[in-house]
């Protein structure tokens, strides 16, 4: 069965360091997602993307985040300055379709740890 | 200052018995819901989905109800094996797509 995959499974980053997280979405699919979820807590959702831009943002999706679709089947998630806070698991997620339409498949996530 | 991790509710069930896992959700608006089982060290996983014109679906060996009246959601798991234990997340799709996820609970299955 086709499955998002993501890498590296575990990062370990010094504050204030650049982190880039690494995701193959499911082939035919449209739409990319980046979530996190720091331990002990819910999901969140950091942001949505399709057609080469993207569709929405939460609030924990600042101005150091940034995502990009470098090619046909890498979808990256860039940390440009980490702080602590951003220790999580990142997990990316992909969808046939948006919305109600299609269930989002996940990955098994990156363990980011900021030192 | 410190943050304080979620207690999840724990529901432990006898290895082939039924089990129930329900979940609140909070936005009448909602318009699509998902329950998704994790595994330790693993990925949110897809079990089943259901649409707000439904109020239930089945699957294999499972089956989800939804009461929009009261906001209400749940997962039937039949005849529950080991294989089963994980923590279990509901998730609404309230617009767009942002999924929103529940706290979740752990299921524990004993031999």
Not at chain 1, 66 to 95: H, Q, W
Not at chain 2, 18 to 34: H, L
Request: net charge negative; with cysteine.
């Amino acid at each position: 069965e086709p499955e998002v995959t993501q890498t590296p499974s575990h990062q370990v980053t010094q504050m204030g360091q650049e982190v880039i997280l690494r995701c193959v979405p499911i082939s035919n699919h449209l739409y990319f997602y980046w979530y996190r979820q720091i331990l002990g807590q819910k999901v969140e959702f950091l942001v949505s993307f399709y057609n080469n831009e993207i569709s929405e943002k939460s609030e924990i999706f600042d101005d150091q985040f940034s995502v990009e679709r470098p090619d046909g089947s890498n979808f990256t998630l860039k940390i440009r300055s980490t702080k602590l806070e951003d220790s999580a698991m990142y997990f990316c997620a992909s969808s046939l379709a948006g919305g109600s339409n299609q269930p989002q498949h996940f990955g098994d996530g990156t363990r980011l740890s900021i030192l | 200052g410190e943050s304080v991790g979620l207690h999840l509710p724990t529901l432990s069930v006898q290895e082939g018995d039924n089990s129930i896992i329900n979940c609140a959700y909070s936005n009448s608006a909602s318009d699509y819901f998902i329950w998704y089982k994790q595994e330790s060290g693993k990925g949110p996983q897809f079990i089943i989905d259901i649409r707000s014109n439904m109020d239930k679906r089945q699957g294999q060996r499972v089956t989800v109800l939804l009461n929009k009246t009261v906001k209400h959601l749940s997962l039937q798991i039949a005849a529950t094996q080991p294989g089963d234990s994980a923590v279990y997340f509901c998730a609404e799709n309230m617009y767009g797509n942002k999924l929103v996820f529940g706290a979740g609970t752990i299921l524990r299955v004993k031999s």
